[in-house]
């Protein structure tokens, strides 16, 4: 297998605040295949390497973005230009495109090299939801380029059926790879690390409650959460970490003493000790848009906590409301005020928890066993490329 190439393209600068991207890669060529990865820099956003692995080239798009919002449709043109001038350049048998705009990019590379190619689905853009000229034409050229793709990469079974339904695309090209976190996720090494994330807090005697992720995104419930953990126990402090810098987007404020919000973006090492550091996590999807309905076991986020055996608090999800309560690493709750509560049951049972959280995260996350099949799939398309 050793010598096989493939590129995976991602025009964007948003690469470490998506760790399944990363992850991907990285297990692909732990299997033996060489990838050439092409993305942007965004410094808004968090950083990360590929130094422990020989056989991933990063090639980065010279034109560094500051922006947590990128200018997509210029990004996207002049990205193209760029990408099409590497890759004739290279001989890499098979391409990787990488969400909506990397499959739209790739079909029209893949038209004038002539190269196959797979595409890994991040989002799923549902018709239920009617947009404009946009979005139609969007949705359109998604599935006009997913059926030519030879297969389909998702993080999920539900998400596999979902998208298979709405792009009209063979079930059985979809294989799953799951939304686990990149790097280390260790806890034992990163000390120094915790000291400069926590340096204006107080950790003697508090116990973090994280939420991570989207701090502007309205299905987050962020506001909402400020308000009830003016409710959380007595020790506990409510730690909100963005994802992205955006400082100049949120729109609210906090004085509560519980509340510290922390809007910079954090390395893949600093958000792994933060991680390391919570007592208890919360993820909140509230939205009727199947995309965040569907969240299933997509999100990197739950995935994280679990994989450093942190209790988990959700609302009623798909997958996830049967999960925890079959292996008891968290709690469920159908209104915010029932987050102080659950907070409190966990801390009576907490190494239970942690133990459910590590079952979890072993039984539904084996990386390994996932890119191997991957692997084998790209190795069989590239004998008969």
């Keep these: 297998m050793l010598g096989n190439r493939i590129a995976a393209m991602f025009p964007s600068g948003h690469l470490f605040d998506t760790p399944c991207i990363p992850n991907l890669v990285v297990h692909i060529a732990k299997q033996g295949i060489d990838v050439d990865l092409y993305s942007a820099f965004n410094s808004a956003t968090p950083t990360g390497d590929f130094k422990n692995h020989g056989n991933v080239w990063h090639h980065l798009f010279p034109w560094t973005q500051r922006r947590a919002k990128e200018n997509i449709a210029i990004l996207s043109i002049v990205f193209f230009i760029w990408s099409w001038y590497k890759l004739s350049k290279k001989d890499n048998q098979i391409l ?61 079974d539900v998400r596999g059926a979902l998208i298979s339904d709405l792009n009209r695309v063979e079930r059985e090209s979809v294989l799953v790879f799951p939304n686990a976190p990149y790097g280390d996720t260790d806890c034992e090494d990163n000390q120094e690390l915790s000291a400069k994330i926590f340096e204006k807090v107080n950790l003697s005697d508090t116990k973090l409650i994280l939420a991570s992720g989207s701090l502007s995104a309205k299905w987050a419930g962020i506001e909402s959460l400020i308000l009830v953990a003016s409710e959380f126990p007595e020790n506990c402090l409510f730690f909100l970490q963005s994802r992205q810098d955006v400082r100049k987007t949120l729109k609210f404020d906090v004085d509560d003493k519980k509340v510290f919000v922390s809007t910079s973006p954090l390395s893949v090492e600093q958000y792994n000790s933060l991680v390391c550091e919570s007592h208890v996590c919360i993820a909140i999807y509230e939205s009727s848009d199947r995309n965040i309905q569907y969240v299933g076991l997509s999100s990197g986020k739950l995935a994280h906590y679990l994989s450093c055996g942190k209790p988990i608090i959700v609302n009623r999800i798909p997958l996830w409301a049967d999960l925890v309560d079959k292996y008891k690493c968290g709690v469920v709750v159908d209104d915010y005020s029932e987050i102080p509560n659950a907070i409190q049951r966990i801390n009576f049972e907490y190494d239970l928890y942690v133990e459910g959280a590590k079952k979890v995260y072993a039984e539904y996350f084996n990386m390994d066993e996932y890119a191997s099949n991957i692997a084998s799939e790209i190795s069989k398309l590239m004998r008969y490329s």
């Design 96 to 156: 990787l495109a990488v969400g909506v705009r990397g499959l739209i990019l790739v079909g029209f590379l893949a038209i004038f090299l002539r190269k196959k190619y797979i595409y890994y689905s991040l989002e799923i853009y549902d018709q239920e939801h009617r947009g404009g000229f946009l979005f139609k034409l969007f949705k359109w050229l998604e599935i006009y380029f997913h059926k030519k793709a030879v297969a389909t990469v998702i993080q999920d």
